[in-house]
């Protein structure tokens, strides 16, 4: 594995540890946090993924407003998918190194 993808990789699981240690409290909390620190945060790129299969699915909103729910999201070029499949990420790969071989 090089290293530009270890850290990706690294920081997407930061990224992933954070959230999923943030969920239990309130989501309000994040939006407090973010004010009391200065850093706005865009609602309208904050999305929810739902993952697992009996998930309920629940709104989640933020500050007011109803997150938007999606299925895909890339992430330091790192597509995540809600069933945690890697076939798009492969899908993706294979055609840019087709791309660089031609």
């Not at 270890?6 to 239990?24: D, H």
């Not at 330091?76 to 791309?99: A, C, M, N, P, V």
Request: contains cysteine.
């Amino acid at each position: 594995m090089t290293l530009p993808l270890k850290i990706a990789l690294r920081q997407l699981t930061m990224r992933l540890f954070v959230i999923f240690n943030f969920f239990p409290t309130k989501l309000g909390n994040l939006v407090d946090w973010s004010l009391y620190w200065k850093m706005s945060l865009n609602q309208f790129k904050c999305l929810s993924m739902h993952f697992g299969i009996e998930n309920r699915c629940h709104d989640y909103t933020m500050d007011g407003q109803k997150l938007a729910k999606t299925s895909k999201e890339r992430d330091l070029g790192i597509i995540i998918t809600s069933d945690l499949k890697s076939g798009e990420q492969l899908k993706e790969f294979r055609l840019e190194t087709d791309l660089a071989i031609r």
